[in-house]
Nanobody
Framework: QVQLVESGGGLARPGGSLRLSCVVS??????IGWFRQAPGKEREVISC????????YYADPVKGRFTISRDGTENRVHLQMDSLKPEDTAVYYC????????????????WGKGTLVTVSS
């Protein structure tokens, strides 16, 4: 059973930063993605990275502010979130599966339980 555990959520002020981490309990190297769901809204993709770390995707709302990275080919991925905005407030989920550059969510098959990020003054 593959399990994903997110960490690093919390409260940040507008303009501040948070760093989320996701650890996947598997020896197989997966593509990993970050998604978020705000209250009353559908889940949306934020960023994804391929299994070897050589390819990645960012959604337009976070380009230039968020950075995805992974520890080599290990199933440990980080999401550095800078210049946070109140509209970034959401539950953030990581997922693991196959990385598709044209549809990040389509390949994800394992999901974490999420970590809450609140951006407020």
């Amino acid at each position: 059973q593959v399990q994903l555990v997110e960490s690093g959520g919390g409260l940040a002020r507008p303009g501040g930063s948070l760093r989320l981490s996701c650890v996947v309990s598997s020896s197989k190297s997966y593509g990993i993605g970050w998604f978020r769901q705000a209250p009353g809204k559908e889940r949306e993709v934020i960023s994804c990275i391929s299994s070897n770390g050589g390819s990645w995707y960012y959604a337009d709302p976070v380009k230039g502010r968020f950075t995805i990275s992974r520890d080599g080919t290990e199933n440990r991925v980080h999401l550095q979130m800078d210049s946070l905005k109140p509209e970034d407030t959401a539950v953030y989920y990581c997922a693991a599966g196959t990385y598709y550059s044209d549809n990040c969510q389509a390949g994800m098959i394992f999901w974490g339980k999420g970590t809450l990020v609140t951006v407020s003054s």
